[in-house]
């Protein structure tokens, strides 16, 4: 039995991107977080830039994204 309640007052959303090579996905990712930070500013909410999304030497040496992120 779980100790504490679930608190479900703050919102929660999953988004989830699927595309070919360079179709922009870690580029809406970055767009995405940057828009939910200006409009709903907190600790929690910070913008993620392409560079933070993309930051193994093999993402940055190949020009993709290998894993996934969660931002």
Do not use: C, F, W
């Not at 907190?42 to 994204?65: C, F, H, L, W």
């Amino acid at each position: 039995m779980a100790k504490e309640k679930y608190d479900r007052s703050k919102p929660h959303v999953n988004i989830g991107t699927i595309g070919h090579v360079d179709h922009g996905k870690t580029t809406l990712t970055a767009a995405i977080t940057t828009v939910l930070a200006r409009r709903l500013p907190s600790s929690v909410n910070q913008p993620k830039d392409y560079a933070s999304i993309d930051a193994a030497p093999e993402e940055r040496e190949r020009g993709i994204t290998i894993n996934t992120a969660h931002v």
